[in-house]
């Protein structure tokens, strides 16, 4: 029997590289994970921590040596920062790691982008041809390394491919656990009137996503959206957590005008003072803005099926809640 394959994954210490390790090493690859001093990586024999960040290119080198495939999860995520902050290691540790990858004859490099380079779409659903439209420096930053990674499959000599997932979810991740709180708590309200569609998309889908780009023979030179079965209302889908929850669904809605006067307000305030502001426009975006997405392409050249809905996904994530106490009990 021929030894394992040996690939590497940047960013499996956070909710999406964690995953997609675990997944690999149960598959029976050796996986070698970046991770930065004192962060803690999946617990799995199959793993192997090559200690350092995106600006350590000696770290980089070490992790890629030998390596068949490289998946770029890591990312500066939506942390309040600069714009330079977000370029250094978004853009500036993808172009250090794509470098690396090709000293070290790398075969394959499945780069993590968003669908958030899209902004707000038009068209329910749209697709990979979407204009662009970043509306944040994360987003503009992933942009940036997403046209580097255009560039660079040109070139030849490693082959890229670019995924963009929907909004991700599951047992695990925290980023929406506030909604579910006050959802729970009845505290829960709309700003505007909930009709803008929100894609999501389970765990273990996007994880099978990135699975399939490994070796998928139509996939280089491609981009994906990685989304779930469908996209939904936002009223839809916070009424599918308050099901989850067993709550009734929120029914308070708020201007959107007036929430946006106010968050400007509470910006203006607190950042002079050195404030991390309580409301932030920004944030308000997720009651605005259109995501609906159709992973169509990505299930005719690579095979994708997403097979979580999101009654089931929101199950299984409150159940974590709760096994882990950041949900109390009915």
Known sequence: MSDPRTVAVTGATGFTGKALALRLARDGLRVRALARPGSTLPDHPGILRIEGDLQDETAL???????????????????????????????????????????????????????????????????????????????????????????????????????????????????????FRMVQRGTFFFVGDGSANFHPVYIDDLVEGFVLAMDSEQAPGETFIIGGPRFLPLRDYVGAAARAIGRKPPALHIPYKAMHQLARLVEAICMPLGVEPPLHRRRLTFFKHNRAFTSAKAERLMGYRPQIDIDEGFRRTVAWYRETGLLPPR
Do not use: W
């Open 61 to 179: 080198a070490r992790l890629v040596e030998g390596c068949d495939t490289v998946f770029h999860i890591a990312a500066m995520y939506r942390k309040e920062g600069s714009p330079e902050e977000f370029v250094a290691v978004n853009f500036e540790g993808t172009r250090s790691l794509v470098a690396a990858c090709r000293a070290a004859g790398v075969r394959r490099f499945v780069d993590c982008s968003t669908i958030g380079v899209h902004g707000s779409v038009d068209d329910s659903p749209s697709d990979e041809t979407a204009p662009f439209s970043p509306r944040d420096p994360y987003q503009e930053s992933k942009l940036l390394s997403e046209a580097f990674c255009r560039e660079e499959m040109g070139r030849g000599g490693l082959e890229i491919v670019i995924i963009r997932p929907c909004g991700i979810y599951g047992p695990g991740d925290t980023r929406m656990l506030k909604m």
